[in-house]
């Protein structure tokens, strides 16, 4: 079970910080994304990470303002989100995937969503 939360309210440039814990299995066992919902558009891509955290990647959209980030300690994934835009705004979710892969039907596991809305 993955629960996702750091959600809210931002103003554009500002920065929030999006966790992900895993309850079960050790969050070790799965590699790790964040993928981000608008509505009525699809789900889109947004980061992932290995199982280690020794390799990351990152949506066009996000680079350089985005930092995805793992402590299987604490069975725990982070999103850092800063220089935020209102295009930005959307339900984010966090899924585990055996796979390494950016297409939200590789990922076996999603948590519930977290709703992050920046204003202009």
């Known amino acids: 079970q993955l629960q996702a939360s750091g959600g809210g309210l931002v103003q554009a440039g500002g920065s929030l910080r999006l966790s992900c814990v895993a309850s079960?299995?050790?969050?070790?066992?799965?590699?790790m994304g964040w993928f981000r919902q608008a509505p009525g558009k699809e789900r889109e891509f947004v980061a992932t990470?290995?199982?280690?955290?020794?390799?990351?990647y990152y949506a066009d959209s996000v680079k350089g303002r985005f930092t995805i980030s793992r402590d299987n300690s604490k069975n725990t994934l982070y999103l850092q989100m800063n220089s935020l835009i209102p295009g930005d705004t959307a339900v984010y979710y966090c899924?585990?995937?055996?796979?390494?892969?950016?297409?939200?039907?590789?990922?076996?596991?999603w948590g519930q969503g977290t709703e992050v809305t920046v204003s202009s």
């Open positions: 079960g299995r050790p969050l070790s066992t799965y590699n």
């Open positions: 899924g585990a995937s055996y796979q390494s892969s950016n297409t939200p039907s590789s990922y076996a596991y």
């Open positions: 990470i290995n199982w280690t955290g020794s390799r990351t």
